[in-house]
Every structure is written in C-alpha cells, then in structure tokens.
C-alpha cells in the first residue's frame, strides 16, 4: 500500500529541490501535483481540495533556512499536515474496574471482523489482559466454528450457542458468562451487513442497546477504497463509534480511505491489520504512517519490532562476538529466524529511511531465507561455529545434502566471512550507534549479503532448469 502515493510525491519533491526558494508559482505547481497523486489514492475530494489548501497556505512564507532546500522544508509541511489529517489518535484501550470491559466488533460482509476479533485478542492478551470472544455472527455459514479455530490458535476462549439465532441474547448471555468466569475483557464479533440491509442494521443496533459496549470499532477493508468511508460515516450514524479498525493494509489499497476516513466521519483509525497472520495488528500512529507515506520510513515502529523479537541477554552475547569476531552461522540463523517474525526482510527494510524507495522490486522472500538454511543446517555443528574450517570437501558434503552446488556454499561462506569482518573492524566505530539501537541484534550487513548471495543461487538454479529444458527439447 502507498508506494504509487509515495512516488507521486518523491516527484513533486525532486522538482522543488532545484529551486532556490519557494514561490507561489512553484506551490502552485507543487499542489497540483499532489492533488492529483491524492485523487488517484481515491482520497476522499474534499478532503483533497481541503488539504491542498492548508499545506500552500503552510508553505508560501516559511522561510527557507540556509542549510535546507525547498523540497526539504515542502517535506517537512506535508508530513505534518498528513499527521494532522489523521490524528491525533489516542490507541489506548480505556478498562473499567470492575470489568469486564465490552468491546463489539461491527462492518459490512467480508471485512476481516472474525479475523480481527481473534488478532484483537490476541493483542490484548499481549497486554496482559484475560479476553473472551463471543461468536455472535449467526448469519453466516461457519461463522462459529472459524472463530474456535481462530481461539484454539490463539489460546483464546470462545463464547457460542450453536442452536438459536437471537444475537442478542447471545450477547447478553455472554457478559454474564464473562463476569462469571472473572473475563476482564469480551470481543463480540458481529454478523456481517450491507448498507441497505435496514433489518441486520436494527439488530446491531440491538445489540448494542442491550449490552452497552464501552467501546464500539468499526472494521473497514482498505481494499474498498473510499466505500470503506461511506460505510464508516453510514454505522457512525447508527451507533456512535469509537474507532475503525482497517483491515488488508498489507494488500495493494491505494490508501485512500485511510488518509480520508478520520477527516470525514470524525473518528480515528484505531487499529490497523497489516497481514493475515494473528499477530499482524497494529496500533494506528498518524505520524509514523504519515512518514511512510513519504518514504521517509518508520524507525520506532522498527525499533519496537525489534525489541519484541530479540531478547536482551541474547542481543548482548551477539554484540560482544560480533565486537571478537567470534560471530557464527547458529547466530547467524537466529537472527534471520527473529527478521521473520518481525515481519520479514523488505518489510524491515521498508520502515528504514531512504530505504523504502530503493527496493524497487528487489525479491526478499521466505525461499531465499529456506535455501539458506538448507545450507548451514548441512553444516556440523563445529562448521557453524567454526565457518574458517570449510574447505573443498566439506563444500561439496554440504552442497550435496541441501541440495545445493558447492560453489553456493562457497559463495555463501565467503559473504558470511566478509560480514562478520566487517562488523568486527566497525563493533566500536559508527556502527555502534546504530547497532545499540537495535540492541546488538541485527546485524544488517550480514542480511542483507546474505540474501544477496541467496538471490543469485536462486538465479543459477533457474538458469540450470532452463538449460536443461532446452537439451532435453533439442534431444526430441
């Protein structure tokens, strides 16, 4: 998502950056641009015309300070007045004592509620919390028994009664069921509706009356652009919302409804999900996505990742063997292992500034990652620990039982001993800077020759494939 929208606006800042100062004339030329690349997102319009006006209203007089160009400073008023267009957002769940607390779940046909109320469990359950979920969508087919499997993944209790279609007492019944069983949480995820549908809006409607959820979130697909708003702004009217939860963020949306859906119904993006896996929930900052959308990535939100995934005394045995040069391909692994669960490699490289725009359609994927793996687990134990160890022999065993070439493990030996050089000769220099912000548990250098070096065996595996298909056409 974004990357056409941050485009569009790295052009309009490369064409200010020639100038000497910024004039109405440039602005003007500036906005129209950016009010098209909005327009194309499917930005709602008057939020377009609205936020064009305030940034050349922000621009025409701010003062070019020497040491800055004009896309520079242009860069700086865009950012804030996207923070401003989606903010501010408060991301706190507010409890009440004594509890439980009722969260319920609303939103068309096919948004992801049933998805999002097992993720939304799971973050709270992250929290500390004791949540249960309560499958009240009785329309549709399977409905409940998608949301027990969701719960058994999650280790997550699920609240149902198979044999009636009265949400509302489902709803009612599962409060009481909740404080009970001394629950402090309950996510009730409803029955999916359509805009016309006047009797599945009375019932959600219902529902609400007869339990007072303390907090009401409306899940939208990104997907659907700016029907996500219509239908944001449609429930708002019904029953008075607390937030929306945007769902498929990790698809290709073009952005829109995120950038449009605060602006026009008055309520914030509280949550977003960024993939299909259960832990791909986020919290909703405006600032952080704002700086994604202009390429400028978003190391906080990478930072907290990091810290998530890499254990403290860990980190701190990589960095004192990385400082040695002690750094083996089992560390190795390990950090490539946790990278995965931060989301992957180009997702990582993506929230780093600058870096978003380079990767082009450069392929980190999980082969790359697999291939790789196939090659060190071939290794003995003392090889992993001792790389400098693995000659001739020992490539062609290692090659033959990932069923890989030897010049692969070569190549990939050779990168590793370069990397673990490298990061011994910078461990005190201006790479510590960096490397503690991490933690001393991600060594980029090594990744990213890594997957360099598995790229190119991908490469050459294809190449091989192809060649062997044409002498097998050609012996026809």
Do not use: W
Request: aromatic share 6%; hydrophobic share 40%; charged share 30%.
């Amino acid at each position: 998502m974004f990357e056409s929208l941050t485009e569009k606006f790295n052009s309009v800042f490369r064409s200010l950056s020639g100038r000497g100062r910024i004039t109405e004339a440039s602005i003007s030329d500036a906005m129209r641009d950016v009010r098209k690349a909005l327009l194309e997102a499917d930005v709602n319009y008057s939020v377009v015309k609205q936020f064009c006006k305030d940034v050349a209203q922000a621009a025409i007089g701010a003062e070019v300070i020497k040491s800055l160009h004009p896309g520079q400073v242009m860069v700086k008023i865009v950012n804030d007045e996207l923070s401003r267009l989606m903010g501010p957002v408060d991301t706190r769940i507010y409890f009440v004592s004594p509890g439980p607390t009722v969260i319920m779940l609303a939103g068309l046909q096919g948004c992801g509620k049933t998805t999002t109320a097992a993720k939304l469990g799971k973050y709270l359950v992250l929290k500390g919390r004791r949540p249960l979920l309560v499958a009240d969508d009785l329309q549709r087919p399977a409905a409940i028994e998608q949301l027990k499997i969701l719960g058994q993944q999650t280790n997550i209790d699920v609240y149902s009664e198979e044999n009636t279609r009265d949400a509302i007492r489902v709803a009612r019944n599962s409060v009481k069921y909740a404080k009970d069983n001394s629950y402090d949480v309950v996510v009730i995820d409803t029955a999916g509706r359509l805009h016309i549908d006047e009797e599945m809006m009375k019932e959600v409607a219902n529902v609400t009356k007869t339990v007072t959820p303390h907090q009401i979130y409306l899940v939208c697909d990104a997907m659907t652009g700016q029907d996500a708003v219509n239908s944001a702004k449609e429930f708002n009217d019904r029953l008075e919302l607390d937030g929306v939860i945007l769902t498929k963020l990790d698809g290709d949306a073009r952005g829109g409804a995120a950038l449009s859906v605060k602006a026009v119904t008055g309520k914030p993006i509280k949550f977003i999900g960024i993939g299909e896996k259960l832990d791909k929930l986020e919290e909703f900052h405006p600032e952080r996505m704002a700086s994604r959308i202009l390429g400028m990535g978003d190391v906080v939100t990478l930072v907290e990742k990091a810290q998530e995934h890499f254990e403290v005394e860990e980190a701190e045995k990589l960095q004192k063997k990385m400082a040695k040069g002690t750094f083996g391909f089992d560390d190795f692994l390990k950090q490539m292992q946790a990278v995965k669960k931060m989301g992957g490699v180009k997702d990582m490289l993506k929230m780093m500034p600058g870096m978003g725009s380079q990767l082009g359609d450069l392929d980190f994927d999980g082969a790359d990652l697999k291939r790789m793996e196939g090659i060190v687990y071939s290794m003995t134990p003392y090889e992993r620990r001792q790389p400098d160890v693995i000659e001739s022999s020992r490539r062609r065993r290692i090659a033959a039982g990932a069923g890989a070439q030897p010049h692969d493990v070569s190549s990939l030996v050779k990168t590793f001993k370069r990397s673990r050089d490298m990061m011994k000769s910078m461990s005190g220099g201006s790479f510590s800077g960096l490397k503690s912000l991490f933690s001393g548990g991600l060594n980029l250098d090594a990744i990213g020759a890594a997957m360099s070096t598995g790229r190119k065996i991908k490469q050459r595996s294809k190449r091989k494939r192809v060649i062997k298909r044409r002498g097998k056409i050609k012996r026809r």
